[in-house]
């Protein structure tokens, strides 16, 4: 008997060839020449197919994005918690700096930033979908040492995480410096310990 | 008698106008849209004058921005050095967040920043013209505090450059979160005194 085809099935397949066509065609045109009629062209689909799922190019570029970096699940990003919070924060630090040089990841992220930097509505997606999530992680994982007594009490949790990813994400926009794990190391160890002299140290 | 015309007088004025010209029109239309022709036509001068003294709309708009930002005067910034590294700092630190937030330079550095994001002659021109000169400044106050037994002594001044300055570029850049005085005033203690509990704190 042949099989029935399922729609579901081709829809899904689809949806997975112009996220394809999005992460490709991001790495060969500058993000504004970009154009849905492009990835359409690409993808082998229709326009309106992707009208229906995504407003702009932008959000079919952040669905790339999401589904390269960390799987497609729908899961809400949550950070290691083994009570070991250097050795936690080292590990994630380090993903961020391997995620930030990897060049398949390179090209959208780069046209994402670019354009919520001057987008308020790309900023708001960018935001809602991919660093709002992050750094609830990231505030959560803090929070919790700083019930164990491991940060000080009077930190206010979102300095504390602009003050560990504040720097990375700096560097990789401006690429000012070499963005290493050495570096990542060095961030995170100045942030703990603060860059004051002090004695015994 | 008349007054004789004063070609580098009017060379002058002509500049003049088409920094402004730049600078309005940054603010009225979408980056992609600002073009030589546009700000030619607003500024009331010929083409080929900007070209003349312009490769590129992101180099008029980087000296435009220049122009604004500290005087035309062609010095190499210098951080104030009175020997009080918190005062120095929270001082500049206050006026960087004061220039991030001031909307006649918005417009024009968050259209640099994003064109730095994804064109690397623009980020080298950002880089050469803006960043270098500033950042270098930034880090030799930080050494002269080095030097003086305030920072510890195994700092690398370019990671401390990176988290004192780079909270307050990602917070500008994400928006992620109010970016006020008081902002800037808990990242320097943040960064200089460390995030982690400490007895007698």
Chains 1, 2 share one sequence.
Do not use: C, N
């Amino acid at each position: 008997m042949a099989p029935t085809p399922d729609p579901s099935r081709r829809s899904a397949a689809s949806r997975r060839a112009v996220l394809d066509a999005a992460l490709e065609l991001v790495q060969e045109v500058p993000y504004a020449r970009l154009s849905i009629e492009g990835i359409a062209a690409r993808a082998r689909v229709g326009k309106q197919t992707i009208y229906r799922w995504w407003p702009s190019k932008a959000a079919i570029l952040l669905d790339a994005f999401l589904a390269l970096s960390e799987g497609d699940d729908g899961q809400a990003p949550v950070l290691p918690d083994t009570g070991d919070l250097v050795a936690d924060l080292r590990l994630v630090l380090r993903a961020t700096v391997a995620e930030l040089t990897d060049p398949r990841l390179d090209a959208p992220m780069r046209a994402l930033a670019a354009e919520a930097v001057h987008d308020a509505t790309v900023a708001e997606l960018y935001r809602d979908r991919l660093d709002g999530p992050l750094r609830d992680a990231k505030r959560q994982r803090l929070r919790s040492a700083q019930e164990a007594g491991q940060l000080a009490a009077d930190v206010d949790l979102d300095v504390a995480v602009d003050l560990v990813w504040g720097p990375v994400l700096s560097r990789w926009l401006h690429r000012s410096g070499p963005l290493t794990e050495e570096f990542a190391d060095q961030v995170l160890d100045a942030a703990l310990d603060g860059l004051r002299a002090r004695p015994g140290r």
